[in-house]
């Protein structure tokens, strides 16, 4: 258990301001309904300058006029060589090239896109104006859990990574239960994923087995109720449970998941009760005696025949396991 005791005042405050964001940005959208999180694509900045590529000296570098980007104007420095014209700003780090200043600016503008999209989403998840120019490790605790559920699945991502450096993880328990539990947050999937795998370290964030138990049922909970599994995060919630908490908790409750109401979510406990049996061998005869009568009785055909290939997988004592199937819907 962690060695920093739960300020519940604290704790109680995130979890209050963290219910308040998600009702009111299903108020201001107008739905619950979840939205198909794709990929995460991983952001980079600065990208390459292409004046690298000419060899291009800082003396080359003589002229200076200002562009207008998404109603903000910036200094872009000129260097009109052979090649074309360079153009640089050094406040946004980024370069283009065209056959003409025009060119240059327009190719400059599209380049500069990405960071723009990703700084005003990060700005409207925040519910602040314009665009958001720091750096997130600025950000308050508070700040980075509305960011889990940002539309740019890389800015939760960071988030998510900056959340796992804070010592005070105890914490964060119920504003992160809360997430789990969320069914109101179109870009749900996304932000529960993080929180998912935070709680591959679990043990950190409780101070006592209550607080374990009540995140495992936060968990069991999702997988039964699943309708889909954008992101992979009901996929994710079935390794947590069987990869990281595989004991007297993490095990049963997959076992529990797989006469859930969700295709999706038995799908998960099927994969997820490899895993148990990988750390505690001593389940396997339960859980291929279990995965047996899934094999003649779940209502989808696939999970019949995954829940038969995996039970001969773990019977075995197999170091791999036999592919998930995939849904008709998710093709």
Known sequence: MPSIPRDEKVAQSLAASIREFIDAYAVASGTTNVFPTGHRIPFHWPPHPISYNYLLHQSDWRGEIEADIHGETFKVELANTTHGVFGRSNELWVEALGGTTEEMLSKLRKTVEPLFKRQKQIAYCLGIEGRYQGHLNELEPIQLLKLLYCADRDVANDAHTLLETLPNKPDFLPALLGIIRDQKHEHRRSAQWCVLDMFEDLPSYCETESDEIDAINAITELLKNATDDYARTIYKAGVVLGGHLPDKNGGPALLGCLHASSKF???????????????????????????????????????????????????????????????????
């Open 265 to 331: 979510g038995r799908r998960s406990a099927i994969h997820g009760l490899f895993h148990v049996v990988e750390w505690d061998p001593d389940a396997r005869s339960v859980v291929v005696s279990a995965l047996n009568e899934v094999a003649q009785t779940d209502s989808e055909p696939q999970l019949r025949e995954f829940a038969r290939l995996m039970a001969n997988d773990i019977e075995s004592a197999s170091q791999d396991h036999i592919p998930e199937p995939v849904f008709e819907e998710e093709v």
